[in-house]
């Protein structure tokens, strides 16, 4: 069984185009993220939602709008696609952090590689 | 803010040789010390972590120690194989369980 999905795996289209990349986790986490790996290979998170509110959002592009329908969901929609965002963008969860814990281990997805032409 | 800095690769090596990549990291208050593994074509995976000073992480053969002292989270392994060739990536979290990356180390161990 996979723990997080991600789909697509590839996903190519033209600039100036509207996309979606889904992510779901069938592991109870109630925490997930988006992080975006360049072609250097750096990465660097995106955003963070804890039980479909929004709790970390890092300075990325009003174009990027993450949508959480239930907490076993994660999708990324960016709109007006540009070279720049050529990437490989990664789906993680987590449990929440409780009382007294310092971090939970953060399980990733596959990746979409993302090419705008 | 919080960072990670890991030694750039490509780190090439033969089979059964020594492997160590360097990581320091700079942070507030006391964070949480992973490894994750990238192998080609995949996504990541959790391989070794420490989450208080001196606390040693181990997994499949590699090792790191959370060193306060020197802010680093040294990888080591006595004996790489083929099959460890992948990029290894430093990080680390506080308190928001934000995963802080280095900039990744490509290792090719060669036969």
């Known amino acids: 069984d996979t723990a997080v999905s991600q789909t697509p795996k590839y996903l190519v289209t033209q600039m100036g185009n509207d996309k979606s990349i889904k992510c779901e986790q069938n592991l109870g986490h109630d925490t997930m993220y988006w992080y975006k790996q360049d072609s250097k290979k750096f990465l660097k998170i995106m955003f963070s939602?804890?039980?479909?509110?929004?709790?970390i959002n890092e300075t990325v592009p009003n174009r990027f709008s993450p949508k959480s329908p239930d907490k076993a969901h994660l999708n990324l929609h960016i709109n007006s696609l540009e070279l720049g965002d050529s990437a490989v963008y990664f789906c993680?969860?987590?449990?929440?952090?409780?009382?007294?814990?310092?971090?939970?281990?953060?399980?990733f997805g596959p990746g979409t590689r993302l090419t705008v032409l | 803010g919080d960072s990670v800095t890991q030694m750039e690769g490509p780190v090439t090596l033969s089979e059964e040789a020594f492997l160590t990549i360097n990581c320091t990291y700079t942070?507030?208050?006391?964070?949480?010390l992973f490894w994750y593994v990238q192998y080609p074509g995949e996504g990541l995976q959790l391989l070794l972590k420490a989450t208080k000073a001196d606390d040693k992480g181990s997994n499949k053969g590699f090792e790191a120690t959370y060193r306060k002292e020197t802010t680093s989270f040294h990888l080591e392994k006595g004996s790489v194989q083929v099959s460890d060739s992948a990029v290894y990536f430093c990080a680390l979290t506080g308190a928001t369980n934000k995963l802080i990356f280095g900039t990744g180390t490509l290792l090719a161990v060669q036969p």
């Open positions: 942070a507030t208050g006391y964070p949480s």
């Open positions: 993680a969860s987590s449990q929440d952090l409780g009382s007294g814990k310092r971090y939970n281990e953060q399980f």
């Open positions: 939602y804890n039980n479909k509110e929004l709790i």
